[in-house]
């Protein structure tokens, strides 16, 4: 298959650059050339070597020029092309100087049989060049991305071989510096109860390649205890894998305000608890009691006990206590509501419950729990009554002194 090749000739003497480009084109060579003959014209070509030529060819020996000071003049542009001295006599001790100087081979004008495969391999030699001059180049790229990545992520970055020892921290914890972490085993900066469940996770990946998760504490110099959480990802290199890449996020301030949360619930809990009379809150949507304290009856902290009176609205036990149903009037209205109904305790007798229930909105503004308290009034109620009885008869005794007074 035809090969096309562009070619800058440096010769004085036309009929041997012809000669060369005839053995080239005999070799599969389809040549576009150009000859130069003085040092003017060579300058004036390399200026554009770089796209319009693939190739080189010089003579060692011109008029007024020779071919090293050309290669001196080649070398000093730091042009990617292939350099090939062609003379009729070249000894051993220049021809090693032109190679040292830059030269990427020579042939001799009475062996131009060995000029095809000079330049053929100096093409080859040419692209394998700029193969890894991009490959480096994509390292290059790969690893500025990855600096920029790690410089200005907010997680701590690290590098594990696949003995677990760091070999890359963006940064150190606080207190270290990063000369003590490189080289050092992970488990010297976790807590110690926790390395053999850590070490158990890495090592997994390590063997199955799959990412995973883990959470650790780092202790600090002054004592402070930071919590991590961290993603685990297998560095595979070829199909292997050679390490582990660790980002772990600090979220110590969520620890503390989960203990905080679980620590105000406890206190929370602890109030309702001690409340002598029955508390209880309601899930508006399913009417089901999600919390409640001993004087309602039951534990709904840790059942989720159906409400009969709230679910079909009759007064109906509960785990041995009625409720009465405020229940539609708070969702209905969103306001505060109360409810009253008679309960015969366990001797059978009557008591009066008041149910004051009182809405809670969620972010859309809806009604999505009830909060209940119930009261015993039986002995309020018959205070109003006997005081209504009682302001009866005074009514009814001064009528009739009236009357008496009137007649």
């Known amino acids: 298959m035809a090969v096309p090749l562009r070619l800058l000739v440096l010769e004085d003497n036309r009929d041997d650059a012809e000669l060369a480009i005839a053995t080239l084109e005999k070799a599969g060579y389809v040549c576009r050339w150009e000859r130069v003959e003085s040092e003017a014209g060579f300058v004036a070509s390399l200026a554009r070597a770089g796209t319009d030529y693939d190739l080189i060819l010089a003579d060692y020996r011109l008029p007024a020029f020779d071919g090293l000071t050309a290669l001196k003049l080649f070398v000093e542009r730091d042009l990617d092309l292939p350099f090939i001295l062609v003379s009729g006599v070249l000894g051993e001790e220049l021809a090693i100087e032109s190679l040292k100087a830059g030269a990427t081979d020579y042939v001799l004008k009475d062996r131009l049989s060995r000029l095809a495969p000079v330049v ?21 790229e790969s690893e500025a991305r990855w600096r920029s990545l790690t410089e200005n992520s907010p997680d701590r970055i690290t590098t594990l071989d696949r003995e677990l020892r760091i070999e890359f921290a963006n940064r150190p914890p ?18 110690v109860e926790r390395w053999s469940e850590i070490k158990t996770t890495l090592e997994q990946v390590l063997r199955s390649g799959e990412p995973a998760r883990f959470s650790f504490t780092y202790e600090t110099p002054d004592g402070r205890s930071i919590y991590y959480e961290a993603h685990v990802a297998p560095r595979i290199l070829r199909g292997e894998v050679i390490g582990l890449t660790v980002s772990s996020r600090d979220v110590s301030a969520r620890v503390e305000a989960q203990r905080e949360a679980r620590a105000r619930h406890e206190f929370i809990l602890t109030v309702i608890e001690s409340l002598t009379h029955p508390f209880y809150v309601v899930d508006v949507h ?26 079909h609205g009759r007064n109906e036990p509960c785990a041995g206590v009625e409720h009465p149903c405020p229940l539609a009037e708070v969702v209905a209205t969103g306001r505060p509501a109360m409810a009253e109904h008679v309960h015969y305790d366990s001797e059978g007798n009557a008591r009066i419950v008041q149910v004051c229930g ?10 999505a ?9 039986t002995e309020r109620r018959q205070a109003e009554r006997e005081r209504e009885a009682l302001m009866a008869e005074v009514g009814a005794h001064a009528q009739r002194v009236q009357q008496l007074i009137n007649s």
Request: aromatic residues 8%; hydrophobic residues 40%; proline residues 2%.
């Open 286 to 311: 399913d009417r089901t009691i999600v919390l409640a304290n001993s004087a309602a009856g039951f534990d709904g902290r840790s059942e989720r006990a159906t409400c009969y009176a709230l679910t």
């Open 120 to 140: 053929e391999r100096a093409l080859r030699e040419r692209d394998e060049k700029r193969e890894r001059r991009r490959a480096q180049e994509t390292v290059r």
């Open 358 to 367: 009182y809405p809670v909105l969620d972010q859309q503004g809806n009604v």
């Open 369 to 377: 729990q009830m909060i209940a308290y119930a009261l015993d009034v």
């Open 174 to 191: 606080p207190g270290i510096i990063v000369d003590e972490l490189i080289g050092s085993c992970l488990y010297e900066w976790v807590a």
